[in-house]
């Protein structure tokens, strides 16, 4: 930080990538997604034609092996459970309380998937400013707090979302309720969490495309991002059809509601799907 031929990028005060000139000459570049997914600082030596790939060392690389398995594992089995669960709702295979305990196990998955990719950020290896492409890991911790950085915000705010969910699926089993109620301790929840999940996958869009709003076909990370994100967008159109009317105790519209929970889980699912390959 602070050396005269480093050059920074990214979107306000986040910094996403950083370019400089080692010791040695030639270039390296330090991207926060790449770094703290996979390990990796690109390295171009003087005079080569091709960049190589740098950074942590084996210890660091198992680390990030097992929370990103676990992560992806976790959203792929949460995913899936949505599914089933709008699935059973829609078709009408189970009563409310069915439906509520699916839900539930894959709200369980989703907090698990949340926290883990909190833990990721935390644990993520560092670069060393001016070396010839170093990341060094830090002692192993259970939280930080970091909001100057873009990944840890986007992560926290995933992992926060998920808890408002778990309140909002906790209240799902409650009977007996007025439509009053429902929207209050059911639909505000859902919503709210909706919003949170939106706000963390267009801080992930800021990280990854380093403020600059743009598709990037060959990177698999902007992939995973664009497919959680579509997801996140299914999520709150089914939140928002699944207002309860307070003159007819009916939903807005019950079918987009499920239909808008089954694909918008889905591509969670895909998206853990994909994360499996993005490891170090």
Same mark, same amino acid.
């Given at each position: 930080m602070g050396q005269p031929d480093q050059r920074a990028e990214g979107a306000g005060p986040f910094t996403t990538r950083l370019t400089w000139q080692p010791p040695g000459g030639g270039t390296a570049v330090w991207e926060s997604r790449p770094a703290r997914r996979? %390990? @990796? $600082?690109? +390295?171009? !030596? !003087? %005079?080569? /034609?091709?960049? =190589?790939?740098?950074?942590?060392?084996?210890?660091?690389? /198992?680390?990030? =092996? =097992?929370l990103n398995a676990m992560a992806a594992t976790a959203f792929v089995i949460g995913g899936a459970l949505f599914a089933a669960g709008a699935a059973v709702a829609q078709f009408g295979s189970g009563? *409310?309380?069915t439906c509520a305990s699916i839900y539930f196990a894959g709200g369980l998955f989703f907090n698990t998937g949340g926290y883990v990719s909190l833990l990721q950020v935390i644990n993520a290896p560092r670069h060393v400013p001016g070396a010839e492409g170093t990341l060094i890991a830090r002692r192993w911790r259970w939280?930080?707090?970091? !909001?100057?950085?873009?990944?840890?915000?986007? /992560? #926290? +705010?995933? #992992?926060? %979302?998920? @808890?408002?969910? *778990?309140?909002? &699926?906790?209240?799902?089993?409650?009977?007996?309720?007025? *439509?009053?109620?429902?929207?209050? @301790? $059911?639909? /505000?929840?859902?919503? $709210? %969490?909706? +919003?949170? #999940?939106? $706000?963390?996958?267009? &801080? *992930? #869009? +800021?990280e990854i495309c380093h403020g600059r709003p743009r598709i990037r076909q060959r990177d698999l990370g902007w992939w995973i991002v664009a497919v959680n994100q579509l997801g996140s967008v299914l999520f709150m159109v089914s939140a928002l059809a699944a207002y309860t009317r307070p003159a007819t105790g009916s939903l807005i519209n019950a079918d987009i509601a499920n239909w808008g929970t089954l694909t918008g889980a889905l591509c969670f699912s895909?998206?853990?799907?994909?994360?499996?390959?993005?490891r170090p």
């Open positions: 996979r %390990g @990796l $600082i690109t +390295v171009r !030596p !003087p %005079g080569a /034609a091709d960049a =190589r790939h740098a950074g942590a060392d084996d210890t660091v690389l /198992a680390r990030l =092996r =097992r009563d *409310a309380t939280w930080s707090y970091e !909001p100057m950085r873009v990944d840890w915000l986007s /992560a #926290f +705010v995933l #992992f926060a %979302g998920t @808890l408002v969910f *778990a309140v909002d &699926l906790l209240d799902s089993f409650l009977q007996g309720l007025t *439509a009053q109620q429902v929207n209050r @301790l $059911i639909w /505000a929840p859902d919503v $709210i %969490g909706c +919003v949170l #999940f939106l $706000i963390s996958g267009h &801080l *992930a #869009f +800021v895909a998206g853990g799907i994909l994360q499996h390959y993005e």
